[in-house]
């Protein structure tokens, strides 16, 4: 059986995998080695500052001869509703001092508006039933609380011209939610730049990215496609994916600019929505 996730049980599940493994003589780097895990994972995972995957935990189960106390086990997060491959991510969301984003088609989950997100949770497959579907808005939203403050994370979203013109839920629900994104922006909270369909071909264009930078860990990656997400942690590949964004940031509009487009295309929505409401 799995245990609710919070600091006190990734301890203990740590202290637990360094018994274990000193008890099976092994140094970090040699577990590492069987489990195909880096070094540096492993330390974090006993010092109890991460919590491995479903796959990482069956490997260190077979590694230590652990009977599958390490899946059994698993410190979890099945207390938000979030999708599977995502839960990773949620825990270093919490603990990030600077994120940036770079979003290729909808707007970043930190961003949405309930009805913007409501209409995305609404699709896709398997179909969801509508408590199930309440449930991912709600900790959806929950997310957002951390832009009410101008506490940490410093926040910087890149977002495809794609994103503003993808009607989602209908113009309405669009030029609320496009108006949210300046209201933040115009507050100071969030940075965000719009990269124009102009740009043509770009460093991002294979998909969403996030970076994180924390004060007590290295900095990692995210890298999201369809219904599948990884968290990435060798330097060399976080390194990358940090020039990656800032190739594709060096082509955006500049904030002043990016603030103008996204009040303009609000405003094309709002003179949709009466359209349809005056017939």
Not at 13 to 39: I, K, N
Not at 63 to 90: S, Y
Not at 200 to 227: R, S
């Amino acid at each position: 059986m799995a245990i609710e996730d919070d600091p006190r049980s990734r301890e203990k599940y740590g202290e637990e995998l360094r018994r274990r493994r000193e008890g099976a003589g092994l140094t970090q780097e040699e577990l590492s080695q069987r489990v195909v895990m880096s070094r540096t994972h492993i330390a974090h995972i006993e010092a109890g500052r991460r919590r491995p995957d479903v796959e990482d935990a069956r490997r260190l189960d077979e590694a230590l001869g652990a009977g599958g106390f390490f899946e059994r086990f698993l410190p979890t997060l099945d207390g938000k509703k979030v999708a599977e491959h995502f839960k990773e991510a949620l825990e270093f969301e919490g603990r990030a001092t600077v994120i940036k984003e770079y979003a290729p088609s909808l707007v970043p989950g930190l961003l949405q508006t309930k009805a913007y997100a409501h209409e995305v949770l609404s699709t896709g497959y398997p179909r969801q039933s509508d408590e199930s579907r309440d449930r991912l808005v709600a900790t959806r939203l929950e997310r957002a609380q951390l832009l009410e403050t101008f506490d940490t994370p410093e926040l910087c979203f890149l977002l495809d011209e794609a994103v503003l013109r993808r009607t989602v839920g209908g113009a309405a629900v669009m030029c609320e939610q496009l108006r949210h994104i300046v209201r933040l922006a115009a507050s100071r909270r969030i940075r965000v730049h719009v990269l124009p369909y102009s740009v043509g071909a770009h460093a991002l264009q294979e998909g969403f990215l996030a970076l994180m930078w924390f004060e007590d860990l290295p900095p990692i990656a995210y890298a999201e496609g369809i219904k599948s997400g990884r968290v990435l942690e060798l330097p060399p590949v976080v390194r990358t994916c940090q020039e990656l964004y800032d190739q594709a940031l060096g082509d955006a509009l500049s904030l002043r600019k990016s603030l103008d487009l996204l009040r303009s295309v609000a405003e094309d929505y709002e003179h949709e929505a009466q359209r349809t409401d005056n017939h």
